[in-house]
């Protein structure tokens, strides 16, 4: 079974940064995409970053230049550093895993973390 943590979340005011961090444990053999989505109270859930397992990075326009997304495949982790926080960056974030192939099975799954806070004040 693969479990995902999160952590990093918090209140940090306009300009500040944060990085969040989101490991996943179990028996994984590869990882396909790992990636970071959001959800702002009353929006849908967007895709803020996500990365492939070679490294190639694709971006929100609204946090291009500001947001940096990295993976560790070695250690299953992934983690998205947050530079310049605006308020309308304000949401719950999520952890995903696409593409995860596990031991004995031919079936590929996906996995989502259970969110954390990120609040900015202005």
């Known amino acids: 079974q693969v479990q995902l943590v999160e952590s990093g979340g918090g209140l940090v005011q306009a300009g500040g940064s944060l990085r969040l961090s989101c490991a996943a444990s179990g028996s994984i053999s590869s990882i396909a995409i790992m990636a970071w989505y959001r959800q702002a109270p009353g929006k849908q859930r967007e895709l803020v970053a996500r990365m492939s397992g070679g490294g190639s990075t694709e971006y929100a326009d609204s946090v291009k230049g500001r947001f940096t997304i990295t993976r560790d495949n070695a250690k299953n982790t992934v983690a998205l550093l947050m530079n310049s926080l605006k308020p309308e960056d304000t949401a719950v974030y999520y952890c995903?895993?696409?593409?995860?192939?596990?031991?004995?099975?031919?079936?590929?799954?996906?996995?989502w973390g259970q969110g954390t806070q990120v609040t900015v004040s202005s």
């Open positions: 995903n895993l696409d593409g995860v192939v596990v031991p004995s099975d031919w079936r590929r799954f996906h996995y």
